[in-house]
Each structure stands twice: as structure tokens, then as C-alpha cells.
């Protein structure tokens, strides 16, 4: 019986060891671009002053060896109704910043961004955002009546368009939630949002509303897409979303990133 044992743990140690082949695949890969972080998101309540754009290079997924960081580039943001220029600071570590922008809602404003003698460019205007009126926490209203539901609460400017990006963030959730939402049938009214859970008393919850444009709205809803299919096997493959963010010198080689001016309000919550 010892003799059996010890031949069925010999075989089971040359199964084991004779399975450690390594196998190499290859991953495709597609040429390195240029990608634009740039969000000049204007708080209520404060000048709007210091804001801060980042650029890096695209690398390989699975590459975690390359500090994709970009430095030397010459980064500024012109204001086309009154001409007004604004040349961010680079920080040495991919980020570039500036303290004395001047948000002004209606106002049209350009980013050009010059690195290794190719000019990107791209356009955005600043729309404006309601206040966040209040958050209401319940169980009606819901999908689930045992489950607590948080809402948000804003008042949507009659005779106008409107567009938003609502960003929420729990204790769930690794990354924020986003929503887009337009004014297409409901302007004028009060509009709410909710969020639901299995929340209890002392949790937390964040909500920022954005005023975004319609151009903005039309990326976010494809990206939110994307997103929100992922995983999904009979959903289709993502297609490549492109910004607004254009090479001036080889349109073919175009930035990843949206360049956005935007104002927002946002408010935390706890559960009671």
C-alpha cells in the first residue's frame, strides 16, 4: 500500500512539473499616441482659477515598465471671445497648470497643446449647471422596495438646451458611475436623479452635476455605452471613440482625450 502512495505521488509530481511550458501570444498593438487630459471644470462657488491639464503617451495594456508622462510640450488655452491667453506651467511630471483662468459661462475657448513639432487643437464652450437643489433617500421609487434609493434634485432652465453629466460615487463601487442626461422632454422642470443599493445608516454617497455641451454629451453617451456593455458576450466589439482633440499637421494621427470647459456643482450625502 506504501509502495502505491508514494508511485501515485511520483506521477502526480511529473504531471505537475511537465506542465510549466510557457506559452508566448502575442498582443497586438497600435502606434503610441499623444492622450489629452483636459477638463477645466469650474466649481460653483469658487473663481475657477487653478486648473490643471495632463498629457502622456498611450502604451501597450499590458506594459507597466513605460512612465507614459509627457514633458516639454507647450500648452495654452485661448478664450475666442476676448482673446484673452492662458499658458499653463509645466510641472516637470506630465502635468501642466495654471492660477489665473477666467471662467465665463457662453464663452468659447480653444486648447493647443505643441509637442515634437505637431500642434493638436480643439474647441469648447462653457455651459453653465443648475444648483444641486437637495438628495432625498427612500424606498419607494425603487427597483427594489427593501433596498434604500438616494436622489438628486435640480431645477432645469426653461427655453433652453440643456445637457448634463451626473458623476456618483459609493462605497460599492471601485469607479464613479456616470449618467448623461438632456432636457429634450422635460425642460423647465425639476429634474431628479437616483442611485440604489443595499445602503445603511453612515454611508456616503457623492453627487456632481455637470452643464456640458451637446458635442460633449454625444462622446459620453457612446463612451457611458461602452462602458456600461463590457463583459457582456452579444454585445457589440467597441468601436475606437474619437475626442475633439485634432492634429493640425497629420489629422490621421489625432490625440486621445476631450478637451472640456465645463461648471459644476456637487454635494455629498450620508445616510440617516
Known sequence: MK????SFLILLFIGITSCEDVIDVEVPTSKSRLVIEASLDWQKGTTGNNQTIK??????YFDNTINSSLTGALVKVTNNNSNVEYVFVDQNDGTYTINNFDPIINNSYTLEVEYNNET????ETLKSVSPIKRVEQSL?????DEALDVSMFWDDPADEENFYLIKFIDNFEILPLFEDFSDEFVNGNELETFFEDEYEVGDKVEFTLYGISERYNNYMVLLIQQYDSAGDPFSPVPGKL?????????PEDYAFGYFRV???DTVNYTFQ
Do not use: Q
Open 55 to 60: 498629457l502622456s503617451t498611450s502604451k501597450p
Open 262 to 264: 465645463t461648471e459644476f
Open 120 to 123: 493638436y487643437n480643439a474647441t
Open 3 to 6: 509502495l502505491y502512495i508514494k
Open 242 to 250: 474619437k475626442g475633439n482633440c485634432i492634429n493640425v499637421d497629420s
Open 140 to 144: 419607494e421609487g425603487g427597483f427594489d
